[in-house]
């Protein structure tokens, strides 16, 4: 992510629970309810911002389970330390999780609302099936809505390869990749692929 990315993410924290009008309870439930989460698996949370996924992912967790909860805007951070920092199974890290390495294998990692900004997609599934994925364990990127909701947004990018495809497009993709990808929901609520 480049500083200008950040200082814009930084700049939105503040208000980023008011303006966020998708990530509903319904819809967030809807999501994590297609991953069979048990309780004492070990999530890694990317691109936590806010922290919106956590206390979803912690009742289905329970204290046996952990989180790893990274952004790399520390004003996105410092909210979410804020109101959930007391979670005793969550830790934060502030890192560009594109550059650097993360520390330890989990059983699902969720790219939530975080696919449409990386640079470098194929490197960054790559580097985190290889490296923080525990044997059988799954990638999940996730949106609450679909592409059509989410390329109306980031209308201003130029590049067509910025676009999120259509999610059996995208899972298609990730499959001449060399992955088990599938899509897990497609709706106007929820896109979701899983990775194995």
Known sequence: MTENEVEFFDHLAPNWDAD??????ARVNAILDLLLIRP??????????????????TERIGADGKIVAIDLSEGMLSIARKKYGEYENVEFLKLDFEEEQIPGEYDLIMLYSVFPHLH????????LYKMNRKPGGRLVIALPSDEKFINNIHHERKS?????????????????W??????????????VIVIK
């Open 160 to 176: 067509e390869s910025d676009h999120l495809p259509p999610a059996s497009r995208l899972a298609a993709i990730i499959r001449e």
């Open 178 to 191: 060399g992955y088990d990808a599938e899509v897990a929901a497609d709706t106007e609520d929820a896109y």
């Open 120 to 127: 470098y997609p194929k490197q960054t599934i790559d580097w």
């Open 20 to 25: 966020e009008v998708r990530s509903t309870p």
């Open 40 to 57: 004492g698996m070990s999530i890694l949370d990317l691109g936590t911002g806010t922290g919106v996924l956590i206390p979803y992912l």
